[in-house]
């Protein structure tokens, strides 16, 4: 028998191949279309049958998924094994060709597996991150689903520039990841932000809900989303959202709220009283009155402390350390409010004028120890 096969500008001549392996080869062809067949009559049914009766559809789809690329390589199983008959009577122009389209094609099948599939896995991922405890995954899970269907893609290419441009994988792999590098040093700050944010959640630096002193920021912040590049942030005083790459959180100092070491719920309140032209026995004692306010006060914890700090110039500097047993930051500031009343109330007591030419000063200032996980009452 001869043959003459043209391909890709190639003329190619097959001469005189035994007419028995023709025959078997064609044998080989038919008996795979017969079996591709059988398996989606038989083989496939059964399977849908079985995945019909489960709760999940999670099974049905991955069985319509592989239905058709199965029967695909079928096919392509039966070309091969009649390639393999062929092979000696063959030019080595025609197995090389014969090689690399059964390949091509056996990579395309697999990677529209992999395509097809991909928002599958994404479902069980997502399903399985439901149930761990870190956000990370969360995260990360709807972005799996896209690599993958771009890896397919991109291992599609390679190997048919491989097989119709005659490069080798090689070198296109080399070109491939030569413009990795390239978009890489484009992109180097958007990418520095996805590692960013991994160290965000590896860390635990701060969460979803967490109330934040950030640098450069002067009212406090609470989390409201954090993204693959960004922090969402909402500023409590004015209810407006401010929106910071994910860089710039790790990069500056964080003061979270939400994060104690102690299991109980604590917000603390540091208030710095100076008062002019008293005398160490009135000091003593306005200290000894404001040590009681836990037992006046609903909510301030036992752990309050308050002491005669330091003289400044002529003023008796006295440091008030106190701490609200509370999540909340309204509570919180009706904490602080009726200290600073009861602090008014015990400088009336001893007779001290406030608006005298020397004067009393009440400089507050705030210590997070503990925040609100949930602040969705301010």
């Given at each position: 028998?001869?043959?003459?096969?043209?391909?890709?500008?190639?003329?190619?001549?097959?001469?005189?191949?035994?007419?028995?392996?023709?025959?078997?080869?064609?044998?080989?062809?038919?008996?795979?279309?017969?079996?591709?067949?059988?398996?989606?009559?038989i083989i496939i049914k059964y399977l849908e049958k079985a995945t019909s009766q489960t709760e999940t559809e999670l099974d049905d789809e991955l069985i319509a998924i592989l239905k058709q690329p199965l029967n695909w390589l079928i096919v392509i199983g039966g070309i091969w094994i009649a390639k393999l008959i062929l092979v000696g009577e063959l030019n080595p122009n025609v197995n090389q060709a014969g090689d690399n389209l059964i390949n091509l094609s056996s990579t395309a099948i697999v990677a529209w597996i992999i395509f097809r599939a991909s928002p599958l896995l994404g479902k069980v991922l997502k399903n399985l991150a439901l149930e761990t405890e870190t956000e990370l995954d969360d995260l990360i899970v709807p972005y799996i689903p896209k690599l993958f269907q771009t890896l397919a893609i991109a291992i599609v290419v390679l190997k048919a520039g491989e097989v119709l441009l005659g490069a080798s994988a090689g070198a296109l792999i080399?070109?491939?990841?030569?413009?990795?590098?390239?978009?890489?040093?484009?992109?180097?700050?958007?990418?520095?932000?996805w590692f960013c944010t991994l160290i965000i959640f590896s860390d635990s630096i701060y969460r979803i809900d967490d109330v934040l002193k950030v640098q450069g920021i002067d009212k406090l912040v609470q989390v409201r989303n954090?993204?693959?590049?960004?922090?969402?942030?909402?500023?409590?005083?004015?209810?407006?959202?401010?929106?910071?790459?994910?860089?710039?959180?790790?990069?500056?100092?964080?003061?979270?709220?939400?994060?104690?070491?102690?299991?109980?719920?604590?917000?603390?309140?540091?208030?710095?009283?100076?008062?002019?032209?008293?005398?160490?026995?009135?000091?003593?004692?306005?200290?000894?009155?404001?040590?009681?306010?836990?037992?006046?006060?609903?909510?301030?914890?036992?752990?309050?402390?308050?002491?005669?700090?330091?003289?400044?110039?002529?003023?008796?500097?006295?440091?008030?350390?106190?701490?609200?047993?509370?999540?909340?930051?309204?509570?919180?500031?009706?904490?602080?409010?009726?200290?600073?009343?009861?602090?008014?109330?015990?400088?009336?007591?001893?007779?001290?004028?406030?608006?005298?030419?020397?004067?009393?000063?009440i400089l507050p200032t705030v210590e997070a120890i503990k925040t609100p996980a949930d602040i969705s009452s301010n």
């Open positions: 028998m001869i043959l003459s096969i043209t391909w890709l500008n190639l003329d190619i001549s097959v001469d005189d191949i035994p007419s028995f392996k023709v025959a078997l080869a064609i044998v080989i062809i038919t008996l795979a279309q017969i079996l591709r067949k059988l398996f989606s009559a080399g070109l491939v990841g030569g413009t990795g590098i390239t978009l890489g040093l484009l992109l180097k700050d958007i990418v520095y932000d954090i993204g693959i590049r960004s922090t969402t942030l909402c500023n409590l005083s004015q209810n407006t959202l401010i929106r910071l790459p994910n860089s710039k959180m790790i990069g500056g100092i964080i003061e979270n709220w939400s994060q104690n070491p102690d299991a109980e719920d604590l917000l603390g309140i540091d208030i710095t009283l100076q008062i002019d032209d008293i005398s160490a026995v009135q000091t003593d004692r306005i200290c000894k009155t404001i040590s009681t306010f836990p037992q006046e006060i609903d909510d301030l914890s036992d752990r309050f402390m308050v002491w005669f700090s330091s003289i400044n110039q002529n003023a008796r500097v006295n440091k008030i350390q106190a701490f609200a047993q509370t999540n909340n930051l309204k509570t919180h500031r009706t904490i602080w409010h009726k200290i600073n009343l009861r602090i008014l109330k015990v400088m009336e007591q001893e007779e001290i004028e406030l608006f005298s030419s020397t004067p009393i000063a």
